[in-house]
């Protein structure tokens, strides 16, 4: 596809989310509900095309993150949502692409202010992740209380590690459910159901096609599916010296995005939004690539997701 053809591509998609946005505002009297995409792309190897896989809920000025990979606290910067509004995170499964920078972002959020509780929620080993990230920080967080004044962070982060699927939390804002998804060996992998008051967004996390995220996301506004693209995956194992392992990991605990499609028509959601790309910046696998595969399953809106991308 030439250069311009896929421009406007891009550009109708961006569009096709600005409606959304506009279309959701226009109901509601009250603030909405945002999703903001802050990494879109899959895989640990730091880039230039994405960040690491992780999404901000925003809802009456609360943050409820979803995943931390590499760059979050930085892309919520760039999103213009305050680290100080930070109050949950979720983590769907314990994978460096989504888990990175999960004490980083709590600690460096204190840094730049925040002083109120926040819940942290996921597979285990969270609780020992958290306290080690603190121990090993003790140095930077006991001078910034005893020299800048700041309060004691520990005692904000309860941590809750979730070993099974269900309701997870509520608030006056929203209802949190779990599912659990397809991404063995990293067991428990969550997906998560968000349910506001004007709409309802899933995450899916890693997973193959799931039929327990069939059931999670029925119904849903937004679902958020992570994908693949199985004719690149030698390409993008080339990279590594263990590429035949690699290969048979990513082919069999991750959907492609024709596969998300079905999820996404089985489920009956309203939009299909396609990220966690694997691979993340292979050039020859094009948006338009993205979504055609959806296409061929799926009838509803499709929209490729990008970084910082308000649904
Ligand atoms: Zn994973």
Redesign the pocket.
Known sequence: MPHDSLHLCRRSFLMRAATIAVSVRAAGGQARTRLILLGTGGGPRPRKASSGSAQVIVINNAAYVIDCGDGVARQLVLAGVALTTLRHVFIT?Q?S??NADYGNLIWLAWASGLSTRVDTWGPPPLEAMTRLFFKMNAYDITTRISNEGRVPLVPLVHVHELRQAGPVMSDANVSVTAALVD?AP?VPAFAYRFDASDRSIVISG?TAPSQNLVKLARGADVLVHSVMYPPAIDTLVARVPNAASLKASILAHQTSAEDAGRVAQEAGVKTLVLSHFVPPDDPDVTEAVWLEGARRQFRGTIIVGTDLLVV
């Open positions: 499964h994978h692409d989504h991404h990293v890693d």
